[in-house]
Structure formats: structure tokens, C-alpha cells
């Protein structure tokens, strides 16, 4: 069974950079038919995909954000990272990492997501 | 303008059915695109509820269905429980001079009377 776990800081001053981390256990990231993927969820918001890495290290991003993030992917270590950089207190959100097939688009599994808070 | 409209909130008392809708914007080229929906419970990961607009995966109550008709989509709950209060979004994709984007729904909050 696949399992995927966000980490990093949960706490970004504005203007800096985001940078979270998804492990993937039960599974590869080398895998052909799978997109990886970061969604979020602001307070009191919808959920808005950010964007996914092809294991080759191809990525699209969601065009409202496409200026400040960047996906990459380790296949060494079975982890993919997100880097969002000139942050500002919009970008505070539950941050989810999920695995997504190439043929059918949709999401699973998900992580339990990680709360990350823009604030000086 | 979001791609995907649903109601913000539906409710129904325990055993009851009830149906969320998920309608694709005019604006958008996608009609024919699969819907999937997920359900979001505060403190556990969001769980795939039906892919391909019809599809239940594997331990997924069958209490939970799809369905999809033209630029509208539908997930209804029959058998409401209590553990369905939740929130569900549907998705799908779309196009864009970039190529195609994931897109969600606005979601809808279910409460169990």
C-alpha cells in the first residue's frame, strides 16, 4: 500500500520561500503511469492543485501560481519537494502531497497534509 | 468564475439520501472530461470516493455513487450516517494555452442532522 507524508517547516515569513517534502513509502516514485502531485487548502477556502513531477522531472504547474513554485522529484530518496518562493500571508494553507495515474487524472492516495502559517 | 459550481452545503437526518451536484462552467471546453470526488474530514488524509464518474474504489461503502449527464455530475449518499459529515469536492481537468490543469469543484459541506 502506497503511503505518501508531507514534512517541513510549518511556520514561512513573508516574502521567503515555502519548501515542503513528500516521502513515498510502499511504492516508486520511478513509476512510469503516475503524476506526483501538491494541493492545498486555505482557511476557510476550497481545495486549488498546485501542480505535479513526472518521474523524468517533467512538471506543470497551475498558471495562477506558475511564477513562484517549482516541483522537483528525488528519485534516490522516493521524494518529491515543492518550493514556493515570495510568500505572503494568502499562501497559508493545509498543504497535501498525493499520487495521481496518468490515465484517469484523479488523486489517490493523499497525505494527511501539513498546515503551513505565512506570518512575521 | 470557478470551472466547477457545487452547492455549499447539504443536510440530511441519519438514513436519509442525499445528492451534491457538481456543474461545469459554460466557459469551459471540458464537458465530456471524467469527474472524480473526494471526501475531507478535519485530522485524516482525503479519501478518493468515486473516480471516472461512476467508479467506487475498493473499500469504499457502496452507500456512496456517481453519476454524470452532460457538464453535470452527481455523488449521492443513501443510508446517511453520521461519519459522512464531511466535506466533498468533486474534480476534473481542464485546458489551458499551458495544456491541461486539475481543477476542483467549490465544495460542499455535509452535516447529519
Known amino acids: 500500500q502506497v503511503d505518501l507524508q508531507e514534512s517541513g517547516p510549518r511556520l514561512v515569513r513573508p516574502s521567503e520561500t515555502l519548501s515542503l517534502t513528500c516521502s513515498v513509502s510502499?511504492?516508486?516514485?520511478?513509476?512510469?503511469?503516475?503524476?506526483w502531485t501538491w494541493i492545498r487548502r486555505p482557511p476557510g477556502k476550497g481545495l486549488e492543485w498546485i501542480g505535479y513531477?513526472?518521474?523524468?522531472?517533467?512538471?506543470n504547474y497551475n498558471p495562477s501560481l506558475k511564477s513562484r513554485v517549482s516541483i522537483s522529484i528525488d528519485l534516490s530518496k522516493g521524494q518529491f519537494s515543492l518550493k514556493l518562493n515570495s510568500v505572503t500571508a494568502a499562501d497559508t494553507a493545509f498543504y497535501y502531497c498525493?499520487?495521481?495515474?496518468?490515465?484517469?487524472?484523479?488523486?489517490?492516495?493523499w497525505g494527511q497534509g501539513i498546515q503551513v502559517t505565512v506570518s512575521s | 468564475q470557478s470551472v466547477l459550481t457545487q452547492p455549499p452545503s447539504v443536510s440530511g437526518a441519519p438514513g436519509q439520501r442525499v445528492t451534491i451536484s457538481c456543474t461545469r462552467s459554460s466557459s469551459s471546453t471540458g464537458a465530456s472530461y471524467d469527474v472524480h470526488w473526494y471526501q475531507l474530514i478535519p485530522g485524516t488524509a482525503p479519501k478518493l470516493l468515486i473516480y471516472d464518474n461512476t467508479n467506487r474504489p475498493s473499500g469504499v461503502p457502496d452507500r456512496f455513487s456517481g453519476s454524470k449527464s452532460g457538464t453535470s455530475a452527481s455523488l449521492a449518499i443513501t443510508g446517511l450516517q453520521s461519519e459522512d459529515e464531511a466535506d466533498y469536492y468533486c474534480q476534473s481537468y481542464d485546458t489551458s494555452l499551458s495544456g491541461w490543469v486539475s481543477v476542483f469543484g467549490t465544495g460542499t459541506k455535509v452535516t447529519v442532522l
Open positions: 498525493a499520487r495521481q495515474p496518468t490515465r484517469g487524472l484523479w488523486f489517490d492516495p
Open positions: 513531477v513526472y518521474y523524468s522531472g517533467t512538471a
Open positions: 510502499g511504492g516508486s516514485v520511478r513509476s512510469d503511469v503516475h503524476y
